[in-house]
T-cell receptor
């Protein structure tokens, strides 16, 4: 089954404790992206990647890191999480030829206390 | 800059029609629409690439007027399954960065 998977789905952590949210897709998509969703603000892009080893900032990259060492994986790293990073996070992927037809993962709900 | 969606929320009875608008202060090269049902991930509906282009997806269609820098999503004879939040998205000039509107919450009641 074609899908984007994220782990963990739910996470409660404390300020300053480094964490990684994994994202993996099995569709051989070149483009991958991370979004955060907050009430009233919609989906805001954090980082995106056009292909392996090619990443760039979205609209809200502060406090996040990403890497793309393999085509199928695109982990999101929070080196020192803060309460304002409490949010619902989505990973998405798409073919480079149909960039805007993105397939979203199920989401990761992160709470930082 | 985030596109502006209107209305923010709408309540319909089954069978009624609705229009959701998406406008931008910057030039639009494409507009894409997604629907997110409660507790689920967003799902792609359609993309519009040319001025004045219209597309359809079941009884949901959309138009894109690049001169007016706006797109409209038309939901005809709404069904209970149409309930959810609708997002329009646009691309930056280079095309790789995606910017979504804040969303329009649609609730269809029986």
């Amino acid at each position: 089954e074609a899908q984007v998977t994220q782990n963990p789905r739910y996470l409660i952590t404390v300020t300053g404790k480094k964490l990684t949210v994994t994202c993996s897709q099995n569709m051989n998509h070149e483009y991958m992206s991370w979004y955060r969703q907050d009430p009233g603000l919609g989906l805001r892009q954090i980082y995106y990647s056009m292909n392996v080893e090619v990443t760039d900032k979205g609209d809200v990259p502060e406090g996040y890191k990403v890497s793309r060492k393999e085509k199928r994986n695109f982990p999101l790293i929070l080196e020192s999480p803060s309460p304002n990073q409490t949010s619902l996070y989505f990973c998405a992927s798409s073919w480079s030829g149909r960039l805007y037809e993105q397939y979203f993962g199920p989401g990761t709900r992160l709470t930082v206390t | 800059q985030q596109p502006v969606q209107s209305p923010q929320a709408v309540i319909l009875r089954e069978g009624e029609d609705a229009v959701i608008n998406c406008s931008s202060s910057k030039a639009l090269y494409s507009v894409h629409w997604y629907r997110q049902k409660h507790g689920e991930a967003p799902v792609f509906l359609m993309i519009l690439l040319k001025g004045g282009e219209q597309k359809g997806h079941d009884k949901i269609s959309a138009s894109f007027n690049e001169k007016k820098q706006q797109s409209s999503l038309y939901l005809t004879a709404s069904q209970l399954s149409y309930s959810g939040t609708y997002f329009c998205g646009t691309a930056n000039t280079g095309g790789f960065k995606t910017i979504f509107g804040a969303g329009t919450r649609l609730f269809v009641k029986a």
